[in-house]
């Protein structure tokens, strides 16, 4: 990838170059290509497995808010939110937590201006809007969220990043949510962009601790006026400035006190070394497999981050000597999605990195030796570069053991549309199948209208919302509604799903580790906070069985002391609960009967 070429003319920063916003309409639920999506799936042998759209009749009806449609003034305008999969009430159904963003220079009268929703599951595949009682209807540009029982009171609660002022808000275990910023320590002067969270036990202390990304440093009064004819290029077009010119920001690290507040500690942790980074998103894992979770960073336009956790509160940046800052050949990327998975079964964690167009996404192999090989080319994901990639996830569509990987796609300039590229504003998600030799196909054309229907697209959540044993997706697209991906067949082979309950570890079980072992077969995954684009999934664990009807053993590593538990001879399509030290509290079956 060459990197940009910059010249100054006048006062305006002309940029040529292809990384996220390096210089950085209509809503399509009033008008959509039909032939587009014809056209994707003509001629195509669809596959067992369908993701169909079933945002609006399950009531998801407000769009999502965010800068101008059919111009980008300002790179916030451009970078759009996350949003979550979560059981907020503890009923075993998973509910939806959409953020919102605003506009420039919006005058809203007053109660019309867009805020954050809260859905609650109703159990038969529809939502209700209960945002109003639940105290989390703010207003902002909110960018990011993060999942995770910072008080171990058993409620699980949700930090909200923004370009403002970020939001703890306590879950009251009643419906309700209360904003504990300033009590909890956490709340800054100065107005900073944070963009990905991830709560995680880093001292395995048995208390959540809190990792904050922050993107870069903007001036709310340095945004140009609207009619500011000062710009910037990408391949000829004008269109808003940044990341590059503009000043980096450093990334937070905050210590649980164990007593409802944090601490900062980025500095004597060592978070501050790497400097100033455009960081996006950021995900915990045991990379090394040493009992500790490392933090994986992706960032944009500089090398990415690698945070190896040193054992005794700091931690050292990795990510160069490790293989995973940066591209195959040694450029930096625009780093912005993340998913990890133990996608060939090896027993150590590899990580799949979502970048700008004209760029391909990376997926870095890890080598359990302390490296990552970047396969992305021989692992052939590397196929697609014509898209901006943004939210993403492994996981098993189809049940049959082995990790997919999903990725939703959206354009930053949409003016771009006026031009004849071959690159455009809103774009169809993409579907990789896990053939289970390293191997992955680009399967997105068979896989229904879901994959197939274009936005431009942000954070994206995964997980088993109607409890069929078939993941789902749910994918925020700017300035138009959410999409609600329900997967149609994902059913048709075995499953086993998993939630966690700590007593000694923090109370999410966050950094517990999960393998299921079926013959010779060996799968495992981390109970984790964050991920994709600033978005948080679904905390249970999903595994796919294949035609696997007992799943041999079960074993469950708690982070805390480290302890395993097993659990032998289960049987498949069953949702366990299991507590630390207690054992299957809960089991539940599919909520309806398995497609045929």
């Not at 027993?347 to 004209?358: E, H, L, P, Q, S």
């Not at 997980?463 to 078939?470: F, K």
Request: glycine residues 10%; aromatic residues 12%; charged residues 20%.
């Amino acid at each position: 990838m060459n990197l940009p070429r910059r010249r100054f003319l006048g006062s305006s920063l002309f940029v040529f170059g292809s990384t996220l916003m390096d210089a950085l309409t209509t809503p399509l639920w009033q008008w959509k290509d039909s032939t587009v999506v014809k056209a994707a799936t003509s001629n195509v042998m669809p596959s067992p497995v369908q993701f169909v759209d079933v945002a609006q009749q399950a009531g998801l009806n407000i769009p999502t808010v965010w800068g101008g449609i059919d111009h980008k003034r300002s790179i916030i305008e451009a970078k759009g939110s996350g949003l979550a999969f979560f059981d907020y009430d503890h009923d075993g159904w998973l509910d939806i937590y959409l953020t919102n963003g605003n506009r420039l220079d919006a005058h809203w009268p007053i109660g019309k201006a867009p805020i954050s929703h809260l859905y609650k599951n109703n159990r038969d595949g529809t939502f209700t809007d209960v945002t109003e009682k639940s105290g989390l209807g703010v207003t902002g540009w909110q960018t990011g969220v993060c999942i995770g029982d910072y008080d171990n009171d058993g409620w699980d609660d949700l930090f909200c990043t923004f370009w403002g002022h970020n939001i703890l808000f306590h879950n009251n275990g009643n419906g309700t949510f209360t904003d504990v910023t300033r009590k909890a320590g956490l709340y800054q002067e100065q107005v900073r962009w944070g963009a990905g969270c991830t709560f995680l036990d880093y001292d395995r202390d048995g208390h959540l601790d809190l990792f904050v990304c922050n993107y870069l440093k903007l001036d709310p009064e340095q945004i140009p006026a609207a009619d500011d004819t000062h710009f910037c290029q990408w391949k000829g077009v004008p269109i808003m400035c940044g990341p590059r010119g503009l000043p980096g920001d450093t990334n937070i690290l905050y210590h649980n006190n164990g007593d409802g507040t944090f601490t900062d500690v980025s500095q004597k942790s060592g978070i501050l070394k790497p400097g100033p980074r455009y960081s996006i998103t950021s995900v915990s894992y045991d990379f090394d497999n040493d009992g500790w979770p490392d933090i994986y960073v992706a960032v944009d336009s500089q090398p990415s981050i690698l945070f190896q956790n040193n054992h005794d509160g700091t931690f050292t940046d990795v990510a160069v000597i490790a293989g995973c800052a940066y591209s195959d050949g040694g450029h930096e990327q625009a780093g912005m999605g993340v998913a990890v998975a133990d996608y060939d079964c090896d027993g150590w964690f590899d990580i799949f990195k979502t970048n700008f167009a004209d760029d391909t996404c990376n997926l870095y192999h890890n080598n359990g030796d302390g490296t990552f090989s970047d396969v992305t080319f021989p692992s052939g994901v590397g196929i697609n570069n014509r898209y901006v990639a943004w939210g993403c996830a492994f996981l098993d569509y189809d049940n049959d053991g082995w990790p997919d990987i999903f990725q939703v796609n959206g354009h930053v300039y949409p003016e771009i549309d006026n031009y004849h590229f071959d690159q455009t504003f809103k774009n169809p998600r993409l579907v990789y199948k896990n053939l289970g030799n390293g191997r992955f196909k680009d399967v997105s054309s068979s896989m229904g209208p879901g994959i197939a229907e274009r936005f431009s697209s942000r954070g994206a959540a995964f997980g088993d919302y109607d409890n069929d044993g078939g993941l789902d997706a749910l994918i925020l697209n700017m300035n138009d509604l959410p999409s609600l991906l329900r997967n149609d067949g994902g059913n048709k082979q075995n499953w086993i799903k998993i939630k966690l309950l700590g007593v000694k570890c923090n109370r999410t079980a966050i950094g517990a580790r999960v393998r299921v072992i079926t013959g010779k077969h060996i799968q495992m995954d981390e109970v984790h906070s964050g991920t994709s684009v600033m978005s948080q999934s679904d905390l249970r664990i999903h595994f796919g069985l294949g035609k696997a009807d007992v799943v041999d053993v079960i074993e469950v590593k708690w982070p805390t002391t480290q302890k395993i538990e097993r659990f032998m001879q289960v049987k498949a399509n069953q949702i366990l609960t299991i507590r630390e030290g207690n054992g299957v509290v809960a089991i539940s079956k599919a909520a309806s009967s398995r497609s045929t």
